[in-house]
C-alpha cells in the first residue's frame, strides 16, 4: 500500500529532523539521543516519534542520504580508465567519507532487515563492488586472493586509526589506507605513499588512546 504524500509542512519538519540526524550521528554515532536531535531540527520529541517511530527508522532514512554518496562513488569508479583506478579511487573515497562523516561510515557494514528497500541498495552496492574487483582483478592489477569481504576489515581498521589519531593527526588514515592498497597490488603499487603523522602526532595520538593526554611527557620532535 503506497501511502500518502505528507503535508509541505510535515513534509518540512520530515527533512529537517533526517538533516538532523545526519548532523548528528556523523558528530557521534547512532547512540545520540534522539531529544537531542528533535532539538536540533527545531521540533519537539512527539514529532519526530510521529514521523520515525522507532531510532531504526530515522537510523535508515539518515542511512539512505549517505547511500547516495557511495552509490555515486560507485558509478565514478565504474567510469575509470582502468580496473586498479575504479578500485582504489572507490577504496580511497569509501575511507575518506569515513574520516570525514564519523558514525554515519559505519552504514556499509550495518543491517536493517525491516527495511526492504534500504537493504536491496546495499547488497546492490555490495554486487557493484565486486564487479570493481573482478575488473582489476580480470586486468591483473589486484592480487588474486583478494575478497570483497576485505573491504569491511579494511574499514574497520580504519575506525581504529579515526577513533586514535581524529585530533592529533586527522590524515594518518591515508597512510594506513596508502599501506593497504599497495599490499592489494598485484606486485606492490609503485605509488608514493602520502605523509606519516609527526612524531609529535603520533604521540599526541598514543597518549589519547591510553588515557594518559593529562600526564606530563618529555617534549616531542616535529
Avoid at 12 to 29: K, L, P, Q, S, T
Avoid at 100 to 106: I, Q, V
Avoid at 133 to 145: C, I, T
Amino acid at each position: 500500500m503506497v501511502e500518502p504524500p505528507l503535508r509541505a509542512d510535515a513534509a518540512r519538519n520530515r527533512e529537517r529532523i533526517v538533516d538532523a540526524a545526519c548532523d548528528a550521528f556523523a558528530e557521534r554515532g547512532f547512540d545520540v539521543p534522539l531529544e537531542e536531535i528533535a532539538a536540533r531540527a527545531g521540533v519537539g520529541i512527539a514529532t519526530l516519534y510521529r514521523r520515525f517511530p522507532a531510532r531504526d527508522d530515522l537510523m535508515v532514512a539518515a542511512a539512505s542520504r549517505k547511500f547516495d554518496q557511495y552509490e555515486q562513488a560507485l558509478n565514478e569508479a565504474r567510469q575509470a580508465p582502468d580496473g586498479w583506478t575504479g578500485f582504489a579511487g572507490y577504496v580511497q573515497e569509501v575511507c575518506r567519507m569515513q574520516a570525514a562523516d564519523g558514525g554515519l561510515a559505519d552504514v556499509l557494514t550495518m543491517s536493517f532487515p525491516g527495511a526492504r528497500e534500504f537493504e536491496a541498495r546495499r547488497v546492490a552496492l555490495y554486487h557493484g563492488f565486486v564487479g570493481l574487483v573482478e575488473r582489476a582483478k580480470a586486468e591483473g592489477s589486484l592480487r588474486e586472493d583478494y575478497v570483497p569481504e576485505d573491504l569491511p576489515l579494511l574499514l574497520m581498521a580504519n575506525a581504529g586509526v579515526l577513533r586514535g589519531t581524529a585530533q592529533a593527526a586527522p590524515n594518518a588514515w591515508r597512510r594506513l589506507v596508502g599501506y593497504l592498497l599497495q599490499a592489494f597490488r598485484t606486485g606492490g603499487g609503485p605509488d608514493p605513499l602520502p605523509a606519516p603523522p609527526t612524531p609529535r602526532q603520533t604521540m599526541r595520538s598514543m597518549l589519547r588512546i591510553s588515557g594518559c593526554q593529562g600526564r606530563s611527557q618529555p617534549p616531542q620532535r616535529g
